[in-house]
């Protein structure tokens, strides 16, 4: 990648609005249009068009434009539930012979990408076999295409800006960088609440009780590949109340960038810090190029599975309950390819089974992986890898559950097309507007973040410009690694957190309600204190019981000689942060928070959870080429605490997407359980819940996605309860048993 500085383009606000009157705020690459509407807007990023297009080129476009619109009408027609059956066959029929017509235009080869036509091509002809051939066809691979070329033939729209997921950039405002999106500017000025070295409630100690290594790739990261590291995940995979740990791992390259293959790694809580190796035995031992990791009940059995994304197929490892577990990838329809990265289950449409999300980044081979070199120069210091701009993205992939055991990619159908192909990483699934429809926010490198709000009956729209999330409130976007989303300010409202680049910021979002958000970073103090470090895991939680909600970030740079050069006061291992919230506000003690957090290693996977159930949360995180770091939250603040495990009878059987409020003395606490989120890792499916001081029982209300509700009143605190949402107990008086 070059890294451009942004130039601002000028307009009036009646012409960005007559913009988006325009439909143009549906498509899922134009998120990164900031609007200030208080006489200009600014547009950092955006580009005049050197000329307006020829009258020609017009014309081509509009009659291609009419052509995607006849197989868009056909395939309408197709999947009427009033279309008869010959109907059916004809509507499809029609789809194809528009697509051909697409293909053998001679003006397609000027106005749209090669290989974009070529897929038109092969599209048509596999849809034409299937119908003459009378084999079932699903249309949803045949609507995502026919978005591609919606945003291919309409991505240059008015006002003379064109989007292509990032900002077209025409001049540096300072010298050409490499590397992925970042402010490249001075660090803002440090508030009161970003003063370091204060006092830290918690201390965290490490544990050395689990040796295996993760890596990826070769020692110099020549290739963006071997940059991002691995997930991991804390999950009890033998439902015997200990979280386990599973590690994901890609291969070792050595100094012929031969490949050393390497395995995935599960480690059986024992109790007391004490872990078994029983990786083989379990069958969850891949040896692939693993990125990431999430957790779910995918086929409604009551068991937790896992899905591990790879720089290639996908596996889906369904747990049999007998200490062992099956790839199932293949034969479920999950297993992807290509380059994924975040995942996560979630029930998309309320049907009370689990879809998956899965995000996705750039294209890459085998022979990208071998020939590449560090080409690119980083703040006129240590040589650096391509990409991620310059280098071809992929399009995030939403899996529907079919039931039986069987999904179908079905994004397009769904509203959850990614056009713009905008080099996904962290994905978590939460309810931003509290209608109990769950909702996805993507974090995506250098380009605008992408929010799907859901519509309430398995339809998206892509909101991430209007509800103030796809760029920071300079109008750039960000790095963006990982995610969570948590009420960091205890208004009931679930804010979101986004980590991002060196020399940028990492990025609270805070929920102004009915989906709308506000760059709130520098008021709640996290503009300073992050700005130094690369942010990769991040998550929400109460490491001091106090019932507000704290902030941990995994940190590591991706440039490995970048310590070499100290003018630049950067260095590959880092120290990790943990910030304490202050009321809304956060503060960095990390220098006071134990031995734990004075560990430099290349971070990049943080899990939360539980590890030794004493009701406070633990961390684990993954490192780059090393070890993980496990950390025991030691906290001895006196305050108290519930912990929460939920369940249904059927379907969803892990209340994934359950939003929980826990009141006490008036206050309300919510919560949410969810797969995935962080960066590629996957946390505790129990919720710990601080109560600060509060020492009497307090009640829970728990809200499944599609609305249906349960009540417990006066439940116990300082323990874990487990909570059967069932017919019965959705009445409400019932407490759940607990252990």
């Not at 020939?371 to 280098?391: D, E, F, K």
């Not at 106090?546 to 941990?552: K, T, Y």
């Not at 946390?683 to 728990?702: S, T, Y």
Request: with cysteine.
């Amino acid at each position: 990648m070059v890294q451009n500085g942004p130039i601002v383009t000028w307009t009036t606000p009646a012409t960005i609005l007559g913009f988006l009157e325009r439909g143009i705020r549906r498509h899922a690459g134009m998120t990164g249009v900031t609007l200030l509407l208080a006489g200009v807007v600014a547009v950092p990023g955006a580009t005049r068009q050197a000329a307006p297009a020829s009258a020609a080129s017009d014309d081509a476009r509009a009659r291609l434009g009419g052509l995607r619109r006849q197989a868009e009408d056909a395939l309408r027609r197709a999947d009427s539930p009033s279309t008869t059956a010959a109907d059916r066959v004809e509507s499809l029929r029609g789809a194809a012979a528009s697509l051909e017509a697409i293909a053998r235009d001679e003006a397609a080869a000027r106005v749209l990408r090669a290989d974009l036509v070529a897929d038109v091509r092969r599209t048509a002809g596999a849809l034409r076999a299937a119908v003459d051939g009378g084999v079932a066809v699903d249309t949803s691979p045949v609507k995502s295409l026919l978005d591609r070329l919606r945003t291919a033939l309409d991505g240059d729209v008015a006002l003379g800006l064109t989007f292509q997921g990032s900002y077209s950039q025409a001049r540096a405002k300072e010298p050409v960088y490499g590397g992925h999106a970042s402010a490249m500017g001075p660090a803002p000025a440090a508030g009161a609440a970003e003063a370091t070295g204060a006092p830290s409630p918690v201390t965290f100690h490490e544990h050395a009780v689990v040796p295996t290594r993760t890596w990826d790739g070769g020692p110099a990261k020549d290739h963006i590949l071997e940059s991002p590291g691995n997930g991991v995940a804390l999950v009890d995979v033998d439902g015997d109340g200990l979280l386990d740990i599973y590690l994901v791992t890609a291969a070792q390259l050595d100094a012929s960038r031969s490949r050393i293959p390497h395995r995935n790694a599960l480690y059986r809580n024992l109790g007391n810090w004490r872990f078994e190796d029983i990786s083989r035995k379990a069958g969850v031992d891949a040896a692939a190029w693993g990125n990431g990791v999430c957790a779910g009940d995918a086929d409604g059995d009551g068991r937790v599975d896992l899905y591990v994304t790879n720089w290639g197929t996908n596996l889906l490892f369904r747990n049999k309950g007998d200490g062992r577990f099956e790839d199932i990838a293949s034969a479920a329809g999950v297993a992807a390819g290509g380059w994924s990265t975040g995942c996560t289950f979630f029930d998309a449409d309320a049907d009370g089974d689990l879809d998956l999300y899965v995000a996705r980044y750039v294209s890459a081979t085998d022979e990208d992986l071998q020939r590449a070199r560090r080409t690119l120069r980083w703040r006129n210091g240590p040589a650096i890898m391509v990409g991620p701009a310059g280098l071809p993205g992929e399009s995030d992939l939403f899996f529907e559950n079919l039931g039986n055991g069987r999904f179908r990619e079905a994004a397009a159908a769904h509203g959850l097309a990614d056009a713009a192909r905008a080099y996904g990483f962290g994905v978590v699934a939460t309810d931003v507007d509290d209608d109990g429809a769950v909702d996805l926010f993507v974090a995506n490198d250098s380009n605008p973040n992408f929010l799907y709000r859901n519509l309430g009956n398995g339809q998206f729209e892509s909101a991430g410009l209007l509800a103030g999330v796809g760029v920071n409130a300079e109008a750039r976007a960000q790095a963006g690694m990982g995610v969570d989303a948590g009420d960091a300010d205890g208004d009931g409202r679930v804010d979101l957190v986004l980590t991002a680049f060196a020399h940028d910021r990492n990025t609270l979002y805070r929920n102004l309600g009915n989906a709308t958000f506000e760059d709130a970073s520098l008021q709640a103090g996290l503009a300073t204190i992050t700005f130094q470090r690369m942010g990769w895991g991040v998550a929400f939680l109460d490491a001091d019981l106090d019932a507000q909600l704290d902030l941990f970030i995994a940190n590591g740079h991706i440039f490995a000689d970048v310590g070499d050069y100290p003018e630049l006061g950067e260095t590959f291992a880092q120290r990790n942060q943990f910030l304490l919230n202050t009321g809304g506000t956060f503060r960095d003690v990390s220098s006071t928070a134990g031995p734990g957090l004075q560990v430099m290693k290349v971070s990049r996977g943080l899990a939360v959870g539980d590890i030794d159930n004493d009701g406070d949360p633990d961390v684990v995180i993954s490192n780059m080429d090393d070890a993980p770091t496990l950390l025991e939250n030691r906290q001895a603040t006196g305050h108290h605490w519930i912990s929460l495990q939920l369940g249904t009878p059927a379907g969803n059987r892990l209340a994934i997407g359950a939003r929980v409020t826990v009141t006490a003395a008036g206050r309300r606490l919510v919560r949410e359980v969810r797969s995935g989120g962080s960066f590629m890792s996957q946390g505790d499916l129990r919720l710990q819940i601080g109560l600060g001081a509060h020492a009497a029982p307090v009640d829970v209300e728990v809200r499944m996605p599609g609305g249906a509700r349960w009540a417990w009143r006066g439940l116990a605190i300082d323990r874990l309860h487990a909570l059967a949402l069932t017919p019965e107990t959705r009445t409400g008086a019932q407490a759940g048993a607990s252990r």
